[in-house]
């Protein structure tokens, strides 16, 4: 193989049988980045962002834009034996010398010597030749196969060779010359294949740089970015010629993409009559099951059509539609079919389905659970100025719809049923929202219940599961958490911030508990629930790049947050503003000094907490002392009001005064008086602060 050229475009494909469409666009990136570090790690310069990355149905495909050659020839240091012990008395080399040397492929006499800090070493020095790129990138390919993530891979034929599934072609460029090996059992060469209907037949690549222009003349848009963005784009044209607007889900989107080689959109309807159906159960329907896509009209509601992406361009498109539409509607039919009957069993008449339904194992049924939560619902909507009533009987009802046809026929629609069958029922709306809310929010920026009886019942039902599980000592770990415990502390933290619930976590918890039998929790067990909610809302502020030391400054200083989530998180934000004014390192470390004296004074003895004026002589205590006073009265509104950002950011102004105390003043005067006298003062200073927080944290 010629090497006449510094740099050429490698590309390497694999070419499978369909792979799984919601696991395509993790495995590009998986695949590609770890090529990319493999080539970064080697030393391999190359055009980063030049290269390309290519994925579909039947392919995984990199195309590294102007790859050099071979690595860059380095130098080589490798330490020996001190000279001390590498010669013996008459100069002659110890076995430790001549040892090294051999080691290293050299004599002893072609071992240089350096200086250190113990004495001259033997030192051996060469320039390493770097290796081709041809000799590295084979190992480089396989070893980013084999850390894709795959849960389980599968053998087939005869082979030996593990994959997501069965590998048929491998291509393996540099330039235009196939790179000499064999992965996954398959030998390298420059064939791919286009699309499996439309262009079957074996392609010959010429060049890395040809490969996707040759695969988009055989049906095949290599790139996932461009064939979503052709979807995207065809999609909103069909839903636009119906009037309405194409609802285009992340991750449906993405699965379409993933599914398809050559995307051709085609619209569909179906009967009016279903229209009288939940939309969300004919969106399940059509999404989840179909991967269509559906629309909608200016007010966001459901209109009777449908678009769906095919994998071929037909001759005959109608009947590829009548075919998706003949499929859909007896779909469409169950829906509307399990709807109609539920709507004949009131909701409250389910209830008694929930005994026969075990929630956890220790912890009752879901109809046990559902008495809890409309209690706690009950206690919260007390202490949030809701409706108990209200939040009783939607906590009595928040799982009947389980049990119901619709939802045991589409998991999704657990709580949307129910708000149906609700309001059908004659339930008031607040109550009937509730179902809905209660599983609000379900991710990541989902939004959380807007209604006060919404709240009480999702923070009852996510608390009550907490509290269970953890007081019968079952924990979650990163890989197990089967009651979804860490996304329901979460969610407790959101709703009380995001609506500004001035509810104490600690008594919650302790009523919950409460409400279980006697001798169902252990009583040492389910009090780390609260530690458990401390430890999200710790890990919520460092997402939102909020420091463990602005967290700790709060959580140190008080009894673990005294239960007042939205108090806490007031502190919090008014560190982290305080963090960053020009005042802050220096009050800060003025206060972990302060801290310091403070401490060390009080072994054996207790500070006084008042200052006598006529013992303050130095100009620069007078000062402070004018100043604590000042602010005292200046703050206690701010403090009172729980604006502790305008607090923090008053004190700011005493930078001046105790940094003029601590260059001017002594304070372990040795007049005792004196010297307790300045203890006191500082034992102000640092109460004034920490009312909101111990800065004293922000410094190490």
């Given at each position: 193989?010629?090497?006449?050229?510094?740099?050429?475009?490698?590309?390497?494909?694999?070419?499978?049988?369909?792979?799984?469409?919601?696991?395509?666009?993790?495995?590009?990136?998986?695949?590609?980045?770890?090529?990319?570090?493999?080539?970064?790690?080697?030393?391999?310069?190359?055009?980063?962002a030049?290269?390309?990355?290519?994925?579909?149905?039947?392919?995984?495909?990199?195309?590294?834009?102007?790859?050099?050659?071979?690595?860059?020839?380095?130098?080589?240091?490798?330490?020996?034996?001190?000279?001390?012990?590498?010669?013996?008395?008459d100069?002659?080399?110890?076995?430790?010398?001549?040892g090294?040397?051999?080691?290293?492929?050299?004599?002893?006499?072609?071992?240089?010597?350096?200086?250190s800090?113990?004495?001259?070493?033997?030192?051996?020095?060469?320039?390493?030749?770097?290796?081709?790129?041809?000799?590295?990138?084979?190992?480089?390919?396989?070893?980013?196969?084999?850390?894709?993530?795959?849960?389980?891979?599968?053998?087939?034929?005869?082979?030996?060779?593990?994959?997501?599934?069965?590998?048929?072609?491998?291509?393996?460029?540099?330039?235009?010359?196939?790179?000499?090996?064999?992965?996954?059992?398959?030998?390298?060469?420059?064939?791919?294949?286009?699309?499996?209907?439309?262009?079957?037949?074996?392609?010959?690549?010429?060049?890395?740089?040809?490969?996707?222009?040759?695969?988009?003349?055989?049906?095949?848009?290599?790139?996932?970015?461009?064939?979503?963005?052709?979807?995207?784009?065809?999609?909103?044209?069909?839903?636009?010629?119906?009037?309405?607007?194409?609802?285009?889900?992340?991750?449906?989107?993405?699965?379409?993409?993933?599914?398809?080689?050559?995307?051709?959109?085609?619209?569909?309807n179906?009967?009016?009559?279903?229209?009288?159906?939940?939309?969300?159960?004919?969106?399940?329907?059509?999404?989840?099951?179909?991967?269509?896509?559906?629309?909608?009209?200016?007010?966001?509601?459901?209109?009777?059509?449908?678009?769906?992406?095919?994998?071929?361009?037909?001759?005959?498109?109608?009947?590829?539609?009548?075919?998706?539409?003949?499929?859909?509607?007896?779909?469409?039919t169950?829906?509307?079919?399990?709807?109609?009957?539920?709507?004949?069993t009131?909701?409250?008449?389910?209830?008694?389905?929930?005994?026969?339904?075990?929630?956890?194992?220790?912890?009752?049924?879901?109809?046990?659970?559902?008495?809890?939560?409309?209690?706690?619902?009950?206690?919260?909507?007390?202490?949030?100025?809701?409706?108990?009533?209200?939040?009783?009987?939607?906590?009595?009802?928040?799982?009947?719809?389980?049990?119901?046809?619709?939802?045991?026929?589409?998991?999704?629609?657990?709580?949307?049923?129910?708000?149906?069958?609700?309001?059908?029922?004659?339930?008031?709306d607040?109550?009937?929202?509730?179902?809905?809310?209660q599983?609000?929010?379900?991710?990541?920026?989902?939004?959380?219940?807007?209604?006060?009886?919404?709240?009480?019942?999702?923070?009852?039902?996510?608390?009550?599961?907490?509290?269970?599980?953890f007081?019968?000592?079952?924990?979650?770990?990163?890989?197990?958490?089967?009651?979804?415990?860490?996304?329901?502390?979460?969610?407790?933290?959101?709703?009380?911030?995001?609506?500004?619930?001035?509810?104490?976590?600690?008594?919650?918890?302790?009523?919950?508990?409460?409400?279980?039998?006697?001798?169902?929790?252990?009583?040492?067990?389910w009090?780390?629930?609260?530690?458990?909610?401390?430890?999200?809302?710790?890990a919520i502020?460092?997402?939102?790049?909020?420091?463990a030391?602005?967290?700790?400054?709060?959580?140190?200083?008080?009894?673990?947050?005294?239960?007042?989530?939205?108090?806490?998180?007031?502190?919090?934000?008014?560190?982290?503003?305080?963090?960053?004014?020009p005042?802050?390192?220096?009050?800060?470390a003025?206060?972990?000094?302060?801290?310091?004296?403070?401490?060390?004074?009080?072994?054996?003895?207790?500070?006084?907490?008042?200052?006598?004026?006529?013992?303050?002589?130095?100009?620069?205590?007078?000062?402070?002392?004018?100043?604590?006073?000042?602010?005292?009265?200046?703050?206690?509104?701010?403090?009172?009001?729980?604006?502790?950002?305008?607090?923090?950011?008053?004190?700011?102004?005493?930078?001046?005064?105790?940094?003029?105390?601590?260059?001017?003043?002594?304070?372990?005067?040795e007049?005792?008086?004196?010297?307790?006298?300045?203890?006191?003062?500082?034992?102000?200073?640092?109460?004034?602060?920490?009312?909101?927080?111990?800065?004293?944290?922000?410094?190490?």
């Amino acid at each position: 193989m010629s090497h006449d050229l510094l740099t050429n475009d490698f590309l390497v494909e694999i070419g499978t049988e369909e792979l799984p469409p919601k696991a395509l666009k993790e495995l590009l990136k998986s695949f590609s980045s770890a090529i990319y570090r493999e080539l970064d790690a080697a030393g391999l310069a190359y055009d980063k962002a030049g290269s390309r990355i290519f994925a579909s149905p039947r392919r995984l495909a990199v195309r590294v834009v102007a790859l050099a050659s071979c690595q860059p020839d380095r130098a080589v240091e490798k330490l020996g034996p001190f000279v001390a012990q590498a010669f013996a008395a008459d100069g002659q080399p110890t076995p430790a010398a001549a040892g090294f040397a051999k080691s290293n492929g050299v004599t002893v006499e072609q071992l240089e010597r350096v200086p250190s800090d113990k004495g001259e070493r033997l030192v051996f020095r060469a320039m390493e030749k770097g290796r081709t790129v041809i000799e590295l990138l084979p190992a480089m390919v396989e070893k980013a196969l084999h850390e894709l993530p795959i849960p389980k891979r599968m053998r087939w034929g005869s082979r030996r060779a593990e994959f997501v599934r069965p590998v048929h072609w491998l291509v393996m460029l540099y330039g235009s010359e196939v790179i000499d090996c064999e992965i996954l059992e398959q030998k390298a060469g420059r064939i791919t294949r286009g699309h499996r209907f439309h262009a079957d037949g074996e392609l010959g690549i010429a060049a890395p740089a040809d490969y996707a222009e040759l695969l988009r003349n055989h049906y095949v848009e290599p790139c996932f970015k461009m064939r979503r963005e052709k979807i995207v784009a065809q999609v909103e044209k069909l839903a636009a010629g119906l009037g309405g607007k194409a609802v285009i889900g992340r991750d449906l989107l993405d699965e379409v993409t993933a599914l398809v080689e050559w995307p051709v959109a085609l619209a569909g309807n179906f009967e009016r009559r279903f229209l009288e159906v939940p939309q969300e159960a004919l969106i399940s329907s059509m999404s989840e099951h179909q991967k269509y896509f559906h629309v909608v009209d200016a007010a966001g509601k459901l209109m009777p059509h449908f678009i769906t992406v095919s994998n071929i361009e037909s001759k005959e498109p109608a009947k590829v539609i009548d075919g998706n539409e003949r499929v859909i509607r007896p779909r469409l039919t169950d829906a509307a079919f399990f709807f109609n009957t539920d709507l004949k069993t009131k909701l409250a008449d389910r209830r008694d389905k929930l005994k026969t339904i075990v929630f956890q194992a220790e912890l009752g049924t879901l109809h046990d659970k559902s008495e809890r939560v409309a209690r706690l619902a009950a206690h919260i909507a007390g202490k949030i100025g809701g409706n108990t009533g209200w939040a009783t009987r939607a906590g009595e009802l928040c799982k009947c719809d389980l049990v119901s046809n619709m939802v045991q026929e589409f998991d999704s629609m657990q709580g949307i049923a129910g708000s149906y069958y609700a309001r059908h029922d004659g339930e008031p709306d607040e109550v009937a929202e509730a179902m809905r809310a209660q599983y609000l929010p379900k991710f990541a920026g989902d939004a959380v219940p807007q209604t006060l009886t919404g709240c009480a019942v999702a923070l009852a039902d996510r608390l009550d599961t907490l509290v269970g599980i953890f007081g019968i000592g079952q924990t979650a770990t990163g890989s197990k958490d089967p009651f979804a415990l860490r996304r329901a502390a979460i969610g407790v933290i959101n709703i009380i911030l995001q609506k500004h619930l001035d509810l104490n976590i600690t008594h919650l918890v302790t009523y919950a508990a409460g409400l279980y039998p006697d001798g169902v929790l252990k009583k040492e067990k389910w009090p780390q629930s609260i530690s458990y909610i401390d430890g999200r809302l710790k890990a919520i502020y460092e997402d939102e790049g909020i420091g463990a030391e602005v967290f700790n400054s709060v959580a140190n200083n008080l009894p673990r947050f005294i239960g007042l989530i939205i108090d806490f998180d007031a502190r919090v934000k008014a560190v982290q503003h305080f963090s960053g004014l020009p005042e802050a390192a220096n009050l800060a470390a003025a206060n972990k000094r302060v801290s310091n004296i403070l401490s060390k004074s009080a072994e054996g003895a207790t500070i006084a907490t008042s200052v006598d004026s006529a013992l303050l002589q130095e100009p620069a205590e007078q000062q402070l002392a004018a100043a604590l006073a000042e602010k005292t009265a200046v703050v206690a509104p701010l403090f009172a009001s729980r604006d502790y950002t305008a607090t923090l950011a008053a004190l700011a102004d005493l930078r001046e005064p105790v940094d003029a105390f601590f260059d001017k003043v002594m304070v372990m005067a040795e007049d005792e008086k004196l010297r307790n006298n300045r203890l006191a003062l500082l034992a102000q200073l640092q109460a004034l602060f920490l009312q909101v927080a111990d800065i004293s944290q922000l410094v190490p």
